[in-house]
Structure formats: C-alpha cells, structure tokens
C-alpha cells in the first residue's frame, strides 16, 4: 500500500535522515566497539543520525571518520506485541543469501549482532545505497512518460526475486512450503486481536477491525492456489532503492516480513494502490495514495498490464488464477500492519516520524478489503440465479 509523509515529496536517502529522536539513542562507544571487532575497517568516530521512515524498526545512518556511510537497523525497544515482528535477524539472513547467492538487487550486510547487550536488541549494519527512494506512487517527480517504465521495473524485479530457487540460495526452512495464506490469516487475526487491546496512556484501546469474522468466514470459503517462493511480504514502490537518474532498482529493502509463501501476496501489495482512489497532490488529505480513477494523462499503470507482464516473466498463464482472493488479503493485512503501527503509537514504540498519520488509516484497509469481498459475494449470488 502507498503511503507517503505528506511533507516530502520527491527523496533521496539522504533527505530521510534527521537527529536521533527521543528514546531511540545508541550506545556509540558499544557500538564502535562491536563493530571494531566485527568489521575494522570502519574508521572511529561514528557519527548517527535517525532515519524518518521505517514503521518498525528504527534505523539509523551511521557515517565513519572517513565519511563512509551505512545502515544500521534494530529491534525497537521495550515489551513487544508479537514475538514474531521486528525480526531483524530474519531480514539479515534473507539479505545475506540473495546477496552472495543471486543477481536480486539488495543491499550488502556486513553483520549481525544478537547480543542484546551492546545495544539493548538485536541489529544488523548494511551498505548504504545513494538512490532515490519514491515514496509517492504518482511518481509526481517522474516525467508523466516515463512513469510506466518504474511500474515495470517493480514486476521485472519481484519475478527475478520469485524465480530464485529458496533451497539453491540457503534459505530451506526460512519458512514452511505449504498453506501460506492460511497460516498467515491465523497468525495474522492473532496479533490484530493482541494490537487491538493495546491502550494509550489515558487507556483508550486501539480496537479491531471492523467485520472481521464475515471476512474470516470468506476466507475459509474461498481458497487460494498453493505454492511457494521466496516472499519480500512488503514489496511496493518506496521500499526499493532507485538508481539516481534511470527507472532501475538498485537495492530491494525493507525485509521484516519476508519468509516462503504464496507469490502472489508480494504481487498484490505492490499493486494495492490501484485499488485506492486517485486525488492529486493538492487535494490528497490522507496517507493512503492511490492511483484508481486515475486520468490518462498521469501516466498511471494498467493492472491487467503489468499482471501479463509478470505472468509472462514467471512463466504462467495469465489471468491469474487467485487473484482476487490475493487482493482481499492483502488489503486485510495492511490493515493489521497499520494497526500495529497504532499499537505502538499507542504504547510509544512507533519508530517513524509521521506513524500516528500512519496509525489512523487500518479501519480504511479494511473497509476496502470487504468491499471487494461484497462485490464477489454479490456476483456469485447472481450466477446462481
């Protein structure tokens, strides 16, 4: 899903960056000692600053004394709501594999550190990658012809990540190779409920999604085709690093939610803001962006376009088989991702600059989810007429 902090428009990595913020400082001098030992090439001192993105895991830029830059990602701090979120030893694992094992643009890691004394949680340090990250799906910084040339690039790149063989790369066991959306359904309503409960300092709870039940029981009725790939979990337009001036992706970031599953979940996220109405830049209130109703002239992409394009690369037919069933699910966990990010605003955790604009819009995920699910219920009713 798109989303975008309404005070930035066109970014480099750079102009993500600010000071540290409260409560996520580093011990620096643990940190350099760590990272002395680990990789000696970097130069004392270290200089931090705080990266404006980022829903869950805060990340920070460091700069060495030689102003060589990289990235450091963390565990937030405090009590968790899932055990399983956050996982940053996760991201580096997945990162490592397709980094030495396949030609799917990530950044370099250099290590990962678990012992939670040096910094409090679990890190990892990565390369640092000078590109431009696009975090509007209008792509209002991009030629209007040249716009589709991005969309594009997105399906080239998540059919090459796709088409890596998981157990020729290391990663046999990232994840289980069967009943991906079922799994995920289950857990996924277990942390809604969890995140749900979650209350802010005068008590008010986050609340549930709306409707959840009908969705549950739609989902145990309609079923999904089965198979299995690598998953990003998160793949879409601002979580990918751009080359500087071409419509070519140089580093796919952002790896918390990756594992094996069903293919068609990373498909469906990256082309959830078709289904979010269009509003151009001066009349866009929300952080939802979307490009549905968009006018010709703004160059937005075609579904059914950039769906025969991934099922050509992937080498299957088109149309594609559980498509429907994909976008519902995506919708709905978007929505309990940004119900986690009003969780941990709630409880002071979120680790993004502008999560509690983030944090508002989980009830409209949903709403949209089941809007699908009424329009597919009304048609299956009237084909049985």
Request: hydrophobic residues 40%; neutral net charge; contains cysteine.
């Amino acid at each position: 899903m798109g989303t975008a902090d309404k005070s930035q428009t066109s970014l480099t990595p750079a102009t993500l960056i600010g000071e540290v913020r409260s409560g996520h400082e580093l011990d620096v001098d643990r940190l350099s000692a760590f990272l002395q030992q680990r990789k000696p090439d970097i130069a004392l001192p270290l200089v931090l600053k705080q990266f404006n993105v980022g829903q869950s895991n805060p990340t920070y830029l460091i700069t060495d004394a030689r102003g060589k830059k990289f990235v450091l990602r963390k565990k937030p701090a405090g009590q968790l709501l899932s055990k399983t979120a956050h996982a940053v030893e996760r991201e580096y694992r997945v990162l490592d594999a397709l980094g030495r094992h396949s030609s799917v643009p990530v950044p370099r890691v250099y290590a990962l550190c678990e012992d939670t004394s040096v910094l409090g949680t679990p890190f990892y340090l990565m390369e640092f990658l000078e590109g431009r990250i696009l975090p509007d799906v209008r792509l209002p910084e991009i030629p209007k012809a040249e716009r589709v040339l991005y969309w594009d690039a997105l399906v080239d790149v998540l059919a090459q990540l796709h088409k890596v063989d998981y157990r020729k790369v290391g990663l046999e066991g990232y994840g289980k190779a069967n009943g991906y959306y079922e799994r995920q359904t289950r857990s996924l309503t277990a942390v809604s409920e969890a995140q749900a409960a979650a209350k802010d300092k005068n008590g008010v709870q986050v609340g549930g999604l709306h409707r959840l039940e009908q969705l549950q029981r739609w989902f145990s009725a309609n079923k999904c085709p089965d198979e299995t790939t690598i998953v990003h979990g998160d793949f879409k337009m601002d979580n990918v690093v751009w080359d500087p001036v071409e419509p070519r992706i140089i580093g796919i970031l952002d790896w918390e939610l990756s594992t094996l599953g069903n293919p068609r979940t990373d498909l469906a996220n990256m082309l959830q803001p078709l289904l979010i109405p269009y509003a151009d830049a001066q009349a866009q209130s929300s952080v939802l962006v979307g490009l549905k109703n968009a006018p010709s002239e703004e160059g937005a992409p075609d579904e059914e376009r950039l769906l025969q394009r991934y099922c050509h690369l992937m080498g299957r037919n088109y149309p594609l088989d559980g498509w429907e069933y994909a976008k519902v699910f995506g919708l709905f966990r978007n929505a309990v991702v940004m119900q986690g990010v009003a969780a941990r605003v709630a409880k002071g955790q979120a680790s993004s600059s502008f999560a509690h604009l983030v944090a508002k819009v989980f009830p409209q995920c949903m709403a949209m989810a089941m809007d699908i699910v009424d329009r597919l219920e009304a048609q299956s009713r009237k084909s049985k007429l």
